[in-house]
DNA sequence: TGGCAGGGGTTGA
DNA sequence: TCAACCCCTGCC
């Protein structure tokens, strides 16, 4: 269904919506045709299409500044980029990448998301997402539900959650939920932690390990430092930073990563990831492919 | 049509 | 350090 709203359209520079969509940070977006996207911002639906530097958005209730909060479009991506190791890998990847931005999503619902990530494809994320929508949240005056709050979450208990296909991650959830339902844990604290000790805090939910930790506070709270290591960026890193050396141990690469990627260790991160997932034949030869 | 391998981690021992 | 945890997808 494409939205009955009227549009209003934005001009932005430097920005690539289906990029950004696709590139494995939210799940909650799905192509409704060729041109159309619809997603939630704030709790609210919305329907987004790009034409040239023209963002066209439809959606009851959404203003501009939550769509220029969520999608960033106020970061300055070219000083970001600029900030970038001088390597041939961020060189191939900012070339495919052009106009990626980094999201600023709901604290809630990527902690949520990311605690349904374990050993789960992009396609199934998005799956247990919407059947989250489906089977707890409230529908809205268009028909789609939004995602269901931590009490919701909480009150309903695993088994209701294994019903939304989360299997073992189902038992994560329902912990989580009731930790956040509770106040036991408060997502609104970590705002105002330092990144590492925000990370820690984040490690005390049920399901968030390290690296979901990392994916929280790169998507939900701007924390550019932040550099999630899932299986992809491991083999990113030994392929091309350290010449597939079998003895690297991980703790060596978070050590790398830190220190090498510097401030916006989280964008490069991104930007790798979503260039090497695209293009998985880079990183499986034997040799470099460099495209010059 | 069915069997099988493997996938964007965390937990607990 | 390592098994256990669920189940969907892709492939043969």
């Not at 695209?278 to 040799?287: E, F, L, Q, T, Y």
Request: charged share 25%; hydrophobic share 40%.
């Amino acid at each position: 269904m494409v939205s009955t709203y009227p549009e209003k359209i934005y001009r932005v520079a430097d920005f690539n919506l289906s990029l950004t969509l696709k590139s494995g940070q939210a799940f909650c977006w799905r192509q409704i045709d060729p041109e159309w996207w619809q997603g939630w911002i704030g709790g609210q639906p919305v329907w987004v299409r790009q034409q040239d530097d023209r963002v066209h958005v439809a959606g009851a209730g959404i203003s501009e500044n939550a769509l220029r909060h969520y999608f960033q479009w106020d970061a300055d991506l070219a000083g970001t980029l600029a900030a970038f190791p001088k390597d041939e890998w961020l060189r191939q990847s900012q070339i495919y990448c052009a106009g990626l931005r980094i999201m600023r999503q709901d604290p809630w619902e990527t902690t949520a998301n990311f605690i349904c990530s374990a050993l789960k494809q992009i396609v199934q994320i998005e799956q247990i997402n919407q059947n989250l929508r489906q089977r707890l949240g409230i529908a809205t005056s268009s028909g789609l539900h939004a995602f269901p709050l931590p009490s919701v979450v909480a009150e309903a208990g695993e088994a209701e959650l294994r019903l939304c296909k989360l299997g073992f991650r189902a038992r994560h959830l329902a912990r989580a939920s009731k930790q956040i339902a509770s106040g036991e844990i408060s997502l609104k604290r970590v705002e105002d932690l330092p990144t590492p000790e925000a990370r820690e805090y984040l490690q005390q939910i049920a399901g968030v390990g390290e690296k979901v930790a990392n994916c929280i506070l790169l998507f939900a709270y701007g924390r550019r430092e932040a550099f999630p290591i899932d299986v992809w960026v491991e083999r990113i890193l030994r392929r091309f930073y350290f010449q597939k050396r079998r003895k690297v141990t991980s703790r060596r690469l978070r050590e790398f990563a830190a220190s090498y990627f510097g401030p916006q260790a989280g964008y490069a991160q991104q930007y790798l990831f979503h260039w090497v997932r695209s293009n998985p034949r880079v990183i499986s030869g034997d040799r470099p492919l460099l495209r010059t």
